[in-house]
T-cell receptor, first 113, second 113 residues
């Protein structure tokens, strides 16, 4: 199956809780990046995983962490949720070898109450 | 922080007209990409232009890049109602495994039938 798949599509959590978001990368892509998009803003880079290792990080605190698995799928974990973490979380995959841009998933809408 | 700044912030045109959107950025880049987003969903990659290219076409899209002015423009010709969406420019200081996109805040395009 081609394309990037993210789950769940929507999620409501309480402040202080922890959340895990999941992403399956496009076939043939071994690099996964995560972005946070607040309402009315452009996406902000959280971090990138390449060959199961973190390969760069944006200006996000350590309570944002991630994993990449041998099949190149990925997880984004956020601990101690804050109200400002409410956003659309986007996963994007790419191939460093044949780089022509990113394929984004449809995102997970996280609401923290 | 957001490097790219799109102009205008909002654009409303009649179906069949051309839409021109501009983007300015601050630092050196490897490539610049344009993405479309419908109703807060995932981003769709439209076109990538590398720093050594000046113009690129893809269907009804034409992108220009002026690295001396640190600016880019996206032209959509013969617009359709289905082009109604938010458009983002994103700069990439490196391609491949270390690439990370920096987005602007986006342009809201409305195409009236």
């Amino acid at each position: 199956e081609t394309g990037v798949t993210q789950s769940p599509t929507h999620l409501i959590k309480t402040r202080g809780q922890q959340v895990t978001l999941r992403c399956s990368s496009q076939s043939g892509h071994n690099t996964v990046s995560w972005y946070q998009q607040a309402l009315g803003q452009g996406p902000q880079f959280i971090f990138q995983y390449y060959r199961e290792e973190e390969n760069g990080r944006g200006n996000f605190p350590p309570r944002f962490s991630g994993l990449q698995f041998p099949n190149y799928s990925s997880e984004l974990n956020v601990n101690a949720l804050e109200l400002d973490d409410s956003a659309l979380y986007l996963c994007a995959s790419s191939s460093p070898t044949f780089f022509y841009g990113y394929t984004f998933g449809s995102g997970t809408r996280l609401t923290v109450v | 922080s957001q490097q790219g700044e799109e102009d205008p912030q909002a654009l409303s045109i009649q179906e069949g007209e051309n839409a021109t959107m501009n983007c300015s950025y601050k630092t050196s880049i490897n490539n610049l990409q344009w993405y479309r987003q419908n109703s807060g969903r995932g981003l769709v990659h439209l076109i990538l232009i590398r720093s050594n290219e000046r113009e690129k076409h893809s269907g009804r899209l034409r992108v220009t890049l002026d690295t001396s002015k640190k600016s880019s423009s996206l032209l959509i010709t013969a617009s359709r109602a289905a082009d109604t969406a938010s458009y983002f420019c994103a700069t990439d200081w490196m391609s491949g495994a270390n690439s990370k996109l920096t987005f602007g805040k986006g342009i809201t395009l409305s195409v009236r039938p």
